[in-house]
């Protein structure tokens, strides 16, 4: 084994990661809170509302991902919005994330026991307090499970944005493969995503811990 | 005075005439035993007073003050939700499945509506909690969890929840049916020293001997109506209403 060749191919990658971790932690940055505003919608009494956040939810999660990219990426500028490719990377997975994020917000919102919005309103809280106060952190709690796998997936969808010339982690060790016709860098690709996605969920068991003071 | 005025109440839900023509009156400090078979409306009737569900026809006043008027024709029409606000805040209720914040430790359950509805100061709000935890004989759970307290110990923090709020009223939804046997009496006495404080209180329950005992009025329902009422002992020892003589013989035999 080229011990040389395998480290100067994996600090080559490391050039990758920038593009992979903001990518990754922005786009968490903006769609939880996002994910979690669409939610909201979707619960709420006000039928337009409701109407919007379906829809909204439907079309970002019922067509591909990379689509998403593109159409903002190349179809925006018809428009005459334009973006580099890594605010349209961001904007798109942030959109596209957001819908996945609220259709596991809402369900686990309603998964709330009504006596809780009973229990609140008779002592006199309103929906907002109620909701930022006693349900919202009860959901919090119950989602961690599929917010986790989405995060994961998230992580690995990262590597799609090389569909707009960004060069991320997997683009990166792929140019690589193809001068050096040596599939080492694929490996060490694919140990960098294996790290990511083991520390996320070692931080994610964690949360879960950190939230088993109570159970319901 | 009355602190409690019903008059003409009617609720439906769908085609199901859930209250007929409820009217009833509750002076200040007096105790209200409700009792009835399954699906005869109690649980309904507490909760339209304090406006978990809508009324339709009728009206409502607490404390003097209308919460609902009736029109010409007897529909029901709410006051502005400001002033109804205001006249909810007078009524503390206890639920049968106690509905604790699971997140929340004991104190935090109790301070959690005088720190944001109120906005009282903490302190205040932790050294009243202290009190009523007292009252309850909870002060040793005071930083537990409910996931950690028995039924009777969830309903009495339950009961000191609701006591926070300085409420003129309690409205008891059968406070005990959800506990073993043996957990009731712990319940019970902390509502028995409420109702010697002289709390305004309805208590929708199967605990006949506490209705006799601790009463001062009981009320059967049937089929959404108030069939018969009268002094606990009137009532319990000589109902003159054949589905009351029905009810008592089921539950007392
Ligand atoms: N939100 C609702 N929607 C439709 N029907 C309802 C609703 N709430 C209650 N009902 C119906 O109204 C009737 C009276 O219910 P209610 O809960 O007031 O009875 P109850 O006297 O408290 O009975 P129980 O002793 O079983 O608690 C029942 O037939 C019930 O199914
Ligand atoms: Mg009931």
Known sequence: MDYDYIINTAIAITKGFKVTYSLLFTTLLLSLPLGLLIALARISKTRLLQYVSGTYIWLLRGTPLLLQVFFIYFGLPAFGITFDSMTAAIVAFSLNYAAYFAEIFRSGIQSIDRGQYESADVLGLTYPQTMKRIIVPQMAKRVLPPVSNEVITLVKDTALVFGIGLLDTLRTAQIIVTRDFNITAFIIAGIFYLINTLILTIVFNRLEQKYSYYYD | ?253
């Open chain 2, 1 to 253: 005075m009355n602190i409690l005025k019903i008059k003409n109440v009617s609720k439906k839900f769908g085609a199901l005439e859930v209250l007929k023509n409820i009217n009833l009156e509750i002076t200040r400090g007096e105790v209200v035993a409700i009792i009835g078979p399954s699906g005869s409306g109690k649980s309904t009737l507490l909760r339209c007073l304090i406006r978990l569900v809508n009324i339709d026809k009728g009206s409502i006043e607490i404390d003097g003050k209308s919460m609902v008027d009736q029109d010409d024709t007897g529909v029901s029409i709410y006051s502005s939700e400001k002033d109804i606000r205001v006249l909810r805040k007078k009524m503390g209720m206890v639920f049968q499945n106690f509905n604790l914040f699971p997140h929340k430790s004991v104190l935090e359950n109790i301070i959690e509506a005088p720190l944001t509805v109120n906005r009282t100061i903490r302190e205040e709000a932790e050294s009243t909690a202290d009190k009523l935890l007292a009252k309850v004989g909870l002060s040793d759970k005071r930083n537990s969890f409910p996931c950690e307290l028995s039924g009777g110990q969830k309903q009495r923090v339950a009961i000191a929840r609701a006591l926070a709020m300085n409420p003129a009223i309690m409205l008891f939804d059968e406070p005990t049916s959800a506990l073993d046997p043996e957990l009731t009496g712990e319940v019970l006495r902390v509502m028995k020293a409420l109702a010697e404080e002289h709390m305004t209180m309805l208590v929708v329950t199967h605990e006949m001997a506490f209705a006799r005992e601790v009463a001062d009025r009981v009320i059967f329902m049937d089929l959404g109506e108030i069939i018969e009422q009268g002094k606990p002992e009137d009532v319990f020892g000589n109902p003159t209403h054949p589905r009351t003589q029905a009810f008592l013989g089921q539950i007392l035999r």
